[in-house]
């Protein structure tokens, strides 16, 4: 009788993930990007060119699409963030609004209830000041392109439902500059249809 539970255990783990669809929304995706508080040990010290924020907190949303069965999935995010200005020439109590946006290729090496998986695209993060604001700054949005690659885990809870968790390295972008590098994490949840 252990045997057959046993066997009936894994069996229930291995069937639950396989008949998803091969689209899935990420609602909501939230995030920490790293920049001025907490990557600064990434910049040389005295950092000629400082980050113009304080780490960015982030909500948005994401597709996915399946690819290749269910290993290669297509994957696009896009999310609102906030921090505070640093070195922007704004008070540092004026909240600076961004954007990212992520599209990329996620590749999963097990397609069971725990899928670890890694995941590279090229992105973009603009980075807006309030035209209202106190201080001095010469721009009104500072952009960069942004390549980003890491491993992660999700986990499938239901038929049809997922949390996932990212994490990955960055390099910023904007070729008037030296590249930046950074980190980023992201927990979503994940429904397939």
């Known amino acids: 009788m252990k045997k057959v539970s046993v066997f009936l255990f894994l069996f229930g783990l291995s069937a639950q993930a ?3 669809s091969e689209n899935a929304f990420q609602v909501p995706l939230i995030g920490w990007m790293g920049m001025n508080t907490t990557a ?3 910049r040389p010290s005295p950092d000629p060119d400082p980050w113009p924020s304080t780490d960015q907190v982030q909500i ?3 597709y996915q699409y399946a690819l290749s069965g269910y290993d290669l999935w297509w994957v696009t995010q896009s999310s609102l963030s906030l921090g505070y200005a640093r070195n922007y020439g704004l008070s540092s109590d004026q909240v600076l609004t961004g954007f990212t946006a992520l599209t990329g290729l996620r590749y999963n090496f097990a397609t069971l209830t725990w899928r670890p998986f890694i995941l590279g695209g090229v992105g973009l993060v603009t980075l807006f000041t309030d035209p209202n604001a106190t201080g001095q700054s010469n721009t009104s949005a500072r952009s960069w392109m942004t390549l980003q690659a890491g491993p992660g885990i999700e986990w499938v809870f239901t038929d049809e439902m997922s949390v996932q968790l990212e994490t990955g390295a960055l390099i910023f972008l904007d070729f008037q500059r030296s590249p930046r590098f950074s ?3 992201r927990l979503s949840y994940l429904i397939y249809f």
């Open 40 to 42: 600064n040990f990434l």
């Open 60 to 62: 948005g949303l994401g």
């Open 18 to 20: 396989q008949y998803f």
């Open 183 to 185: 980190y980023v994490a």
